[in-house]
């Protein structure tokens, strides 16, 4: 299976989640869902929520970060 987001991309959403320490998971929530909304793909709230809980537990390791952003796009 072809990843959708390139090592670039999730770099660059990482850096945006980690600026200026991490933000809590509500605003993780919003910028996972703008990041992807901006891809073109759909995301429940909920699930964004229960997704940035998880990438902040995990640190916002780029591989937990992957794995939580391919759970989530809905294509639209």
Do not use: K, W
């Not at 987001?5 to 200026?20: C, H, I, K, P, Y």
């Amino acid at each position: 299976m072809r990843e959708r987001f390139s090592v670039t991309e999730l770099t660059a959403l990482r850096n945006d989640l980690l600026q200026g320490g991490m933000i809590d998971s509500r605003e993780a929530a919003e910028v996972l869902q703008v990041f992807l909304m901006g891809r073109g793909y759909g995301v429940s709230p909920e699930a964004a929520m229960d997704a940035a809980s998880r990438v902040e537990m995990a640190g916002c390791a780029l591989p937990v970060l992957q794995h939580e952003l391919e759970n989530l796009a809905l294509v639209m």
